[in-house]
């Protein structure tokens, strides 16, 4: 989850609120921030989950891709997964980033859903149509016996809206019921209006548990916001040994840090927990980042509720606190050490150095080492490096010295991470 710059309180527009992450090797995340953005330090928080036990255990859960969906022209976008699923109706899409080129308003434009469709489809939707959106899906699939998965997709056409929660990954066929909310947690995606309107109020939105019924959920936003082509797409993971605690609040306004007491979830081991957090705003305008926040926990009893400026107007956000703790090995009916999760410190992002031709110099400086070496577990890397390509002239068929403007995420990132050597070296190159 992002928060927008921390040291800014003037208004920002989309892409500079937009960022998105993913686990680039076992020990490493990466953080992309949008090109050409405020150069403001950005605040991410984040959660990695971790599955340690045995092939094939009630428990298991395991990532069948990660993917970085590029929508550059109209509403959507496909991606075919890495690995194919046993089962798609198992699976969760996971939006873990959102980044948008619209350098002026644009919150609508950083929206979106997931779901999968036939065997490995992963399918992405945006909200707004303006300049490109970039969506990053990590989606796993909960292979072990002890979980169950729902998903819920509708139309958000009102100030609140209940959906109906279905067992197929479309997310309206086939039934689901969580029996008990408090062993269910939610993972959503929401895709703005497509009519343009992008005020503060129309692009956020808190999606929760119903109240009284296990077969529905419920979103709302704010009273005032235009919901015109709006969607919810929720996916809802249940487990009988998790439990998850509920916090409502709507009276935080404020810019940094607020502390929310969550003693009552009754959390004993931090390594076993995990939070999710939903929020929407009110205002008509688009002085943005008003409406951008996150949250982490910070301890068995609190939670750190993080706001991007003053002049914030939530009509309401809901923290979901998740303790894994409970969940008991199925041979021996003890607390299990097959589930892990790392909450990683805060990340204080900033924007890389760029100029004119920064860019070719880069590509340039990277292809003068005498070796380029890219570990087995970065196929997306080794991926990108087969497609990366000049741009051609169409006409002569003659190869230009501008690099066409895709598969480059993961090679953007090595050429940021060496800026510091690619500026300072000779014009005439570096042998390394």
């Keep these: 989850m992002q928060m927008g710059p921390t040291n800014s309180t003037s208004n920002m527009e989309g892409d500079d609120l937009s960022g998105g992450m993913y686990l680039s ?6 953080v992309a921030r949008q090109s050409g953005s405020a150069t403001n330090p950005m605040r991410f928080d984040w959660e990695v989950w971790e599955y340690i036990g045995p092939s094939g255990g009630a428990n298991e859960f395991i990532v069948r891709s990660r993917d970085i969906v590029t929508i550059s022209s109209g509403a959507s976008n496909t991606a075919t997964l890495t690995n194919t699923p046993d089962d798609i109706d198992d699976c969760i899409p996971i939006i873990t980033g959102i980044r948008t080129s619209t350098a002026t308003d644009g919150g609508d434009d950083a929206t979106a859903i997931a779901w999968l469709s036939g065997s490995n489809t992963l399918n992405v939707e945006r909200g707004g149509t303006g300049g490109t959106t970039v969506v990053y899906v990590t989606t796993v699939e909960f292979t072990g016996s002890n979980w169950s998965v729902g998903h819920c997709r509708y139309s958000h056409n009102s100030t609140t809206v209940n959906g109906t929660l279905a067992s197929d990954a479309d997310g309206t066929t086939g039934s689901f019921d969580v029996s008990d909310w408090s062993t269910a947690c939610i993972f959503y995606g929401f895709s703005g209006p497509t009519n343009g309107q992008q005020a503060i109020e129309d692009t956020s939105v808190v999606v929760r548990n119903h109240s009284s019924s296990t077969t529905q ?33 709507g009276s935080s306004t404020g810019a940094t840090s607020d502390s929310i007491d969550i003693t009552s979830a009754g959390l004993t ?19 943005y980042g008003r409406g951008w926040r996150n949250a982490r926990l910070t301890s068995l009893t609190n939670v750190d509720y993080q706001a991007h400026r003053t002049g914030n107007n939530p009509t309401l956000h ?4 998740i303790d894994l ?13 097959e589930m892990e999760l790392v909450a990683l410190p805060v990340l204080r992002v900033v924007a890389a150095p760029k100029w004119p031709g920064s860019i070719e110099d880069g590509v340039n400086h990277i292809r003068s080492y005498d070796e380029i070496v890219i570990h087995t577990r970065c196929p997306g890397i080794a991926q990108e490096a087969m497609l990366y390509r000049h741009k051609v002239d169409q006409r002569t068929g003659d190869v230009l010295p501008a690099i066409v403007d895709a598969h480059n995420h993961g090679w953007d990132a090595v050429r940021y991470s060496l800026a510091p050597r690619i500026k300072k070296r000779p014009r005439w190159g570096v042998r390394a």
Aim: without cysteine; glycine residues 10%; aromatic residues 4%.
């Design 25 to 30: 090797a076992t020990d490493e995340i990466t």
């Design 217 to 249: 959920m419920t979103s709302q936003i704010d009273a005032g916001a235009d919901t015109t082509g709006s969607e919810v797409f929720a996916h809802i993971l249940k487990h009988a040994d998790m439990n998850v605690t509920r916090y409502t609040d």
């Design 269 to 287: 081991n931090l390594e076993k927990a995990a939070v999710l957090y939903t929020s929407n705003s009110g205002g008509t305008g688009t002085a």
């Design 318 to 321: 809901q923290l979901e606190v």
């Design 325 to 337: 703790s409970g969940i008991l090995d199925e041979e021996t009916g003890e607390p299990t050490g």
